[in-house]
């Protein structure tokens, strides 16, 4: 008997969709046992791989971990274990940027199991009882925030996601060169715009990752739940019974005329260079990740796929409520962070900041300023 440790997230969509997969996956192998743990989301973001490369042999990663696991030597490279037909495929089939996110020095080291970016999601309930119509413009929903119809996910790191987006929207991409995510001037107008819908929000935003706002949304009758522009998106919230209240999702809305792009985010089944059984290992991976799996099991299980055909699939979008189709734009049109190793101490070390500024503690041109010197602090890795 093989027995195989995985690590992922404490969510249906991040945990329950990967058990069954491993419950499926042990009937088809009966060789091979597969036991699941969970961290929580904030743990996902900052967990230690070393330590879970040293316990687990399948580790549930986001992409910007990547650079720095490969420099550790804690991953093992799909390219010597999986078919190129099958690498080719996953390539072609990505939701956006979401494979060639985990694709560091020329070598895939994680596949695209889940896919995920800020998108808009509503209650169509609310907006009907209210007269409510959907917002096109940024202007729209600061209008519509001003009448107490609005919620945001305005968590520390999801603050510092958002300022990506408004920096893009502005006309600086970010992350194109050495000097700044985006110069002084635009990251503060970005940080500003945020700052602008916070202080229209409910300050329990401020509080509230992704998870916990759709929770609170799909549970209260509270006309503030009718509508939030941008938080990472949850297709468990647009699917009947899952919870009091039904999600709809939809794309972001314009500014200055275009329409807004956010920061990809999703999830990555990645193989420890530590594992024991490898070929075990690999071989679930890319059965989960297959895309009769990815329509099939994992979604029915309350998974979020990774692989374009589920996104696109009647079925899967009959069964949430058309969030797949509706949301796919708005992933392929996302942001990516840089895949560099020091990439995530700039970004643990920014977030506060940005926060910090969203909550009217210091003002924007001040936090542009520390963010930017903090990103000039670890060029040294970022651009080596």
């Known amino acids: 008997m093989i027995t195989l440790k995985g690590i992922a997230w404490n969510h249906t ?8 997969c491993a419950q499926r996956f042990e009937e088809l192998h009966p060789g091979v046992t597969i036991v699941w743990e969970k961290r929580s989301l904030q743990a996902f973001a900052d967990a230690s791989l070393a330590d879970l490369a040293a316990a687990y042999d399948l580790i549930i990663m986001d992409h910007p971990h990547t650079a720095l696991a490969v420099t550790e030597g804690l991953l093992l ?6 078919p190129a037909g099958y690498l080719a495929d996953q390539a072609a089939n990505s939701v956006g940027g979401s494979h060639e996110s985990y694709n560091f020095q020329g070598k895939q080291w994680t596949l695209a199991s889940d896919a995920a970016t800020p998108i808009s999601t509503y209650r169509p309930d609310l907006l009907e009882k209210h007269g409510l119509s959907l917002p096109d413009t940024w202007d729209d929903v600061l209008d519509l925030a001003k009448r107490g119809f609005v919620t945001v996910s305005a968590f520390p790191i999801d603050m510092l996601m958002h300022g990506y987006t408004f920096c893009a929207a502005l006309g600086h991409v970010p992350f194109q060169d050495e000097t700044g995510i985006a110069p002084d001037e635009i990251l503060a107008a970005a940080l500003a715009e945020l700052r602008k819908l916070a202080e229209l929000c409910d300050p329990a935003c401020l509080d509230r990752n992704p998870i916990r706002t759709a929770e609170w949304m799909s549970q209260t009758s509270d006309p503030r739940a009718a509508y939030c522009p941008f938080a990472y998106g949850y297709s468990n ?14 794309g972001l809305v314009t500014f200055h005329g275009k329409r807004l792009r956010s920061t990809l985010g999703g999830a990555g089944i990645a193989v420890s260079s530590e594992t024991k059984h490898p070929r075990a290992s690999m071989d679930f991976a890319l059965f989960t990740t297959s895309p009769e799996t990815q329509k099939g099991v994992y979604f029915q299980s309350g998974g979020q796929p990774g692989h374009r055909a589920a996104w696109t699939d009647d079925a899967v979008n009959d069964a949430s409520n058309d969030f797949f189709r509706n949301t796919l734009q708005t992933l392929d049109e996302s942001l990516l962070r840089p895949q560099s190793p020091g990439y995530m101490d700039f970004q643990d070390a920014a977030t506060p900041v940005a926060h910090a500024c969203v909550k009217g503690d210091i003002t924007p041109a001040n936090a542009a300023v520390e963010i930017n010197r903090l990103y000039r602090n670890h060029l040294t890795v970022i651009y080596s």
């Not at 969509?13 to 069954?20: D, N």
């Not at 009091?244 to 939809?250: I, N």
């Open 13 to 20: 969509r991040g945990f329950v969709s990967l058990v069954a």
């Open 77 to 82: 490279p799909y390219e010597d274990w999986a």
């Open 237 to 250: 919230y647009s699917r009947p019974r899952y919870a009091p209240f039904l999600l709809k999702a939809g």
